[in-house]
């Protein structure tokens, strides 16, 4: 078992190695790579493959109450200042990373239908590669700095991946918004880190928030400086989780293809913020006014995302504000001292929420056909309806997924659900009426949506529709092409009746 520790060091190495090989080929031999396109395939599935079967090896290893195991080595010193590098494995990034490599390994198989007809086929494997490396990497790190540089390297990937059509003015206009909107971020947590260790002399969690704790008691330290360092901090996961007033970027990286909605922007990346709140717990937990304050910024994050997604038309738009409130409500969690409820949250939500989108995109797939490969319309609810019939598959998928989100038993959102509400009753029933409110309001949007895509009569051969949609200063969600394009597509397809058809 102890074997099994040593090398748990490769789990983010393994899909870093795939995404190297893939992209040495794609610089030196382009042409030859792109035409393996299931051999670059097979290569980094695999790679993440092997990544999985380890991180559940340690997840087993862990629920056995083996001990935390952390491996470092001195990575810079000077005069007094030294910094380690290295990995932990304990009960949180063994669930962590279970989470990640499984959703990232199911999206990565799903990519293979979905973009099987894109020149970018291999290119976009290796950032889902890169991307899973990154984020493995940084669930395993020891400290803030390490934290901090797979951090930056997550945005890079979300950066890459959400302008991958980059010669679709919506696509690179988007990845720039999330990319500039998390500086904002990022550069609170930097100052963040920079002040806690001017005051501790740590970049260690434990250490940090024994040695803050300590100095804000003797009152070596003001607490207002302390609160106000929790704060900066509390910045970066503000941005990278989709918290209000950083929250404008995420429905925009739905320009993004489907599966890096799913894997990015509803299960891993923005779930990056709440694990960080998670591994600065030490240091928040001393400091009551950023409890508050977390606490209330994702409620307020939970109730808004909420409201704005009842009132989208795009598919994924509306998942996409479901993810900012969903986000909202394991942030309130954290802040309430609900530490494992929030945690909890975060698994179910992740596996949920990305079967949804994956749904989306087979919804999209399916309409392609219908609407002539507009990518407005083909996301627009309003050309839906009646699709169970033409993708019963799907439908049942969309379903389950649904009932998770809504918190029916006894799906698994529930039960996570449920555990928050309970936390946040206990701490502050003003949070609780609204997060309860905000969950109604969950079950009313999804529904909706539901409905207005599988249930009713199909709508996409209905000209009169079309030709109203297509009405200048009509607004589209990602995706939207000009009017004019708008008009030529829409208007070649009212001759035939196309059907959708379920995904491979």
Not at 30 to 40: F, G, I, P, V, Y
Not at 213 to 224: C, I, K
Not at 231 to 245: D, E
Request: hydrophobic letters at 50%; aromatic letters at 12%; one cysteine or more.
């Amino acid at each position: 078992m102890e074997l099994l520790y040593q090398y748990a060091w490769l789990i983010p190495v393994l899909p870093l190695a795939g995404a190297m090989l893939v992209g040495l080929g794609l610089i030196t031999f382009n042409q030859a790579t792109n035409k393996l396109r299931q051999a670059n395939a097979i290569l980094i599935v695999s790679a993440l493959g092997g990544s999985m079967v380890l991180s559940f090896a340690l997840l087993w290893s862990q629920l056995q109450g083996h001990a935390p195991y952390t491996r470092s080595i001195q990575w810079a010193s000077a005069g007094d200042f030294s910094l380690n590098m290295g990995y932990i494995i304990d009960p949180l990034t063994s669930v962590m990373l279970a989470i990640v490599t499984t959703v990232a390994f199911l999206v990565m198989i799903y990519t293979d239908g979905y973009m099987a007809h894109d020149d970018g086929y291999v290119r976009f494997y290796a950032y889902l590669s890169i991307f899973s490396a990154s984020m493995l990497g940084l669930v395993i790190s020891p400290n803030i700095v390490q934290i901090y540089i797979f951090w930056e390297l997550v945005g890079m990937c979300s950066y890459l991946l959400v302008g991958f059509w980059y010669d679709r003015k919506p696509a690179a206009d988007a990845c720039q918004k999330a990319f500039v909107t998390n500086r904002v971020g990022d550069f609170g947590l930097l100052l963040g880190i920079l002040g806690i260790y001017w005051a501790t002399g740590s970049f260690e969690f434990e250490v940090m928030g024994e040695r803050l704790h300590s100095l804000v008691e003797s009152g070596a330290l003001s607490a207002t400086l302390a609160t106000i360092f929790g704060v900066l901090i509390f910045l970066g996961p503000a941005a990278k989780s989709a918290q209000f007033p950083l929250h404008v970027w995420l429905p925009d990286a739905m320009e993004g293809p489907t599966p890096i909605s799913a894997l990015i922007h509803a299960a891993t990346m923005v779930a990056a913020g709440v694990f960080l709140i998670a591994r600065m717990y030490p240091v928040f937990e001393g400091l009551p006014a950023v409890m508050n304050l977390i606490a209330c910024t994702g409620c307020f994050t939970a109730f808004m995302g909420a409201s704005i997604a009842i009132t989208q038309n795009d598919i994924k738009k509306g998942l996409a504000y479901s993810t900012i409130s969903q986000l909202g409500y394991m942030v309130m969690a954290m802040g309430v001292g609900a530490y494992s409820a929030g945690l909890f949250h975060l698994m179910t939500h992740a596996y949920f929420k990305a079967m949804l989108f994956l749904c989306s995109g087979s919804v999209i797939h399916g309409m392609e056909d219908v609407v002539g490969h507009n990518p407005a319309l083909a996301q627009d609810m309003r050309v839906m309806g009646g699709l169970r019939k033409y993708m019963p598959i799907t439908a049942s998928c969309f379903l389950i997924g649904n009932l998770a989100i809504c918190g029916i038993p006894p799906f698994a959102g529930f039960w996570s659900k449920d555990e928050i509400l309970a936390s946040a009753f206990a701490a502050n029933p003003a949070l609780w009426a609204v997060s309860w409110l905000t969950a109604g309001m969950t079950a009313f949007y999804m529904f909706r949506m539901y409905f207005s895509t599988f249930e009713g009569e199909f709508r996409g051969n209905d000209s009169a529709i079309k030709r109203q949609l297509l009405q200048p200063g009509v607004v589209f969600g990602p995706g939207a092409m000009n009017v004019k394009e708008l008009a030529s597509t829409g208007d070649s397809h009212d001759e035939h009746d196309h059907l959708p058809h379920e995904s491979p």
